[in-house]
């Protein structure tokens, strides 16, 4: 088991154990989600090691998700997700994302995000973002976006913006 500690930095710790009051899984597999391990109760449970062959999803995730086409979670992500296609979570997460299209953050981003077309973080970004058009970041940025096209933060940014077009900072800009 992954330690919040790791990720965390002055941000909230979470606990997944007591979380919206989850299970914790050791392992999951999904076709499509509910056709999986976890069924329709997909959402109750943080799974540890979870593989969706097309689509999974889940209440939350502490350690490392593979999906062919799609991981969404309904809380936080404490580890790794890879997906063909796009990765989506309504949570914090606390480590990485890897995607073919998208990643979408409906909070907090304490880590990395990859992929081929955009990054969104609704919340605040301490890490770095990176792909191939566009960064946005509703937050702070703390760290770095670099993009083929654009990054955009909302908020305060302390680190540096690279893109080939255009960068935009709307609050004050410490770095580069």
């Known amino acids: 088991i992954i330690s919040t500690s ?8 979470v606990d997944v154990q007591t979380e919206d009051s ?3 899984r050791p392992f999951q597999l999904t076709f499509i989600t509910p ?3 976890n069924g329709l109760e997909a959402g109750k449970y943080t799974n540890i090691v979870s593989l969706n062959m097309f689509a999974g999803y889940a209440g939350g995730l502490q350690g490392i998700e593979l999906g062919g086409f799609s ?4 809380g936080n992500v404490i580890g790794a997700q ?3 296609f796009t990765n989506v979570v309504t949570g914090n997460v606390y480590g990485a994302q890897f995607s073919g299209f998208t990643n979408v953050i409906r909070k907090n981003l304490n880590g990395a995000q990859f992929t081929g077309f955009s990054n969104v973080v609704v919340g605040n970004v301490s890490g770095i973002q990176a792909c191939g058009f566009s960064n946005v970041i509703r937050g702070d940025l703390n760290m770095v976006q670099v993009a083929g096209f654009s990054n955009v933060v909302n908020g305060k940014t302390d680190g540096a913006q690279l893109a080939g077009f255009v960068n935009i900072a709307r609050k004050d ?4």
């Open 173 to 176: 800009i410490t770095g580069f």
């Open 22 to 24: 989850k299970k914790i």
């Open 82 to 84: 890879f997906a063909g």
């Open 71 to 74: 991981n969404t979670e309904h």
């Open 6 to 13: 790791m990720f965390a930095q002055d941000t909230t710790k």
């Open 35 to 37: 056709m999986g391990t």
